[in-house]
């Protein structure tokens, strides 16, 4: 499975506006907490891939337990999107997993806390994202089966972007966590 991606800054009072006069359906809101880690056998910064152990806690229906979900990402498949191969399964014990992967040497890297808005248009998720020490995205994505797909998704998710006012040239092909690390990097110096 693929995901497209497209990411940019925008004020999410704004774009919400256009959303919803667009017929988007609100699908949630939630606290998401992603704890990356690095492997043992290759550098992850270096191959752009990702794993991460995510929490992610529903807000519209209060501060309930939170679900938690473990994510490998591959690395970029084009220059024109952060379209990449995605595997992602349920994890029952946070904690375990996280002892799994630290037996197995990987070890934690960095954490990035959000709050995603979530919200389906059409084949596309938009979500408001606030992340915590960056400040406010708008992702669009979509998935699909094969690499033959991308280029068709990614062109109709930039059209939904200028639809929306948005400027899909604009977009950002960093992950929140290389943005966090290159900020890091900047206040550091």
Known sequence: MYEVELKVRADHDRVRESVVAHGAERVSHVRQV????????????ETDEALRIRLET?????????????????????????????????????????????????????????????????EYTLMLDHVDGLGEFVEI???VSGEAAIEAAREDAAALLRELGLDPAEQIRTSYLGLLLEADTVDGD
Request: glycine share 8%; hydrophobic share 30%.
């Open 141 to 143: 994505e979509r998935e």
């Open 58 to 122: 529903d807000r519209s229906a209060g501060d309930g337990a939170p679900t938690t979900k473990l994510t490998y990402k591959g690395p970029l498949v084009e220059a024109e999107s952060k379209s990449r191969e995605e595997h992602e399964t349920a994890v029952a014990d946070a904690e375990a997993m996280a002892g799994v992967l630290s037996g197995l040497g990987f070890e934690p890297a960095a954490t990035v806390e959000k709050e995603r808005e979530s919200f389906q248009l059409g």
């Open 34 to 45: 992603d704890s990356y880690y690095d492997a043992p056998h290759r550098e992850f910064a």
